[in-house]
């Protein structure tokens, strides 16, 4: 197997080189597009609307597959079952592809050996262990059903998170706590979220990149600011 050229030591997920161009569209959406992600980094792409954010996470998420260029693990190129076992892709507004009757069955979908326990133990995780598990997911509220599809995947116990927006629709009291279940949710795992909205991610001391044009640049997102208590 070829290896990338970022080292095996300094990156977990990385892409080289990457493009993509479906023949419908005149120009490539992504053009050798190449980001590093090192152990314990939140990466946060932004871009505007169209500009291949989503069809970046399908690519890392093993969903599709790039004309071109390398996605690895470690430094080892991964092909599309490897990508998709290793990753959690949650769609932008993923509530409306919810598929349970109940909060139960939608976390049962494709986990035919789930225990009562691990289904406990992710709900806890998410913070919604004190929803009844026969609530259909409909009638949770926006912040509830975003913790649901992050239950979903973590049930798969992904070692990358892939977030399309997930904070789009949002109020900002609800906003914020998801922020915080990323914050704990990073821990161990790679997080990288697509959004519009960089700045809302700063909290979590992401490493930031922009999205345009079918190139992808780093740069650097301004951190938070701290007031110290006198
Ligand atoms: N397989 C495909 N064939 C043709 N066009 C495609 C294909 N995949 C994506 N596109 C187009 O590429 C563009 C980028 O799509 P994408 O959803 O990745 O952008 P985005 O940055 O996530 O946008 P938004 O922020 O609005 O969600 C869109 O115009 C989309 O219609």
């Known amino acids: 197997m070829i290896g990338c050229s970022a080292g095996p030591l300094a990156t977990v997920l990385s892409l080289?080189?990457?493009?993509?161009?479906?023949?419908?569209?005149?120009?490539?959406?992504?053009?050798?597009?190449?980001?590093?992600?090192?152990?314990?980094?939140?990466?946060?792409?932004?871009?505007?609307?169209?500009?291949?954010?989503?069809?970046?996470?399908?690519?890392?998420?093993?969903?599709?597959?790039?004309?071109?260029?390398?996605?690895?693990?470690?430094?080892?190129?991964?092909?599309?079952?490897?990508?998709?076992?290793?990753?959690?892709?949650?769609?932008?507004?993923?509530?409306?592809?919810?598929?349970?009757?109940?909060?139960?069955?939608?976390?049962?979908?494709?986990?035919?050996?789930?225990?009562e326990e691990r289904l406990g133990a992710v709900l806890t995780q998410v913070g919604l262990n004190h929803v009844p598990r026969q609530q259909p997911p409909e009638r949770l509220s926006g912040g509830q059903q975003r913790r649901l599809a992050l239950a979903v995947q973590l049930l798969r116990n992904p070692q990358v998170l892939l977030l399309d927006e997930p904070t789009a629709g949002l109020d900002w009291s609800v906003r914020d706590s998801l922020l915080t279940l990323l914050g704990q949710l990073r821990t161990g795992r790679v997080l990288l979220v697509v959004t519009h909205e960089p700045k809302l991610f700063a909290p979590l001391q992401p490493r930031c990149w922009r999205l345009q044009d079918g190139g992808l640049e780093p740069y650097q997102e301004e951190q938070p600011v701290t007031i110290k208590p006198a």
């Open 16 to 115: 080289e080189q990457v493009s993509y161009h479906p023949a419908t569209v005149p120009r490539p959406l992504l053009r050798q597009v190449s980001m590093a992600v090192r152990p314990g980094e939140t990466a946060v792409v932004a871009g505007p609307s169209g500009a291949g954010k989503s069809t970046l996470l399908e690519l890392v998420a093993g969903l599709i597959q790039p004309g071109r260029g390398r996605i690895c693990w470690q430094g080892n190129p991964m092909d599309r079952r490897q990508r998709h076992r290793r990753c959690g892709l949650v769609f932008q507004f993923p509530e409306r592809h919810f598929l349970g009757l109940t909060v139960r069955q939608e976390l049962q979908l494709g986990q035919r050996r789930l225990t």
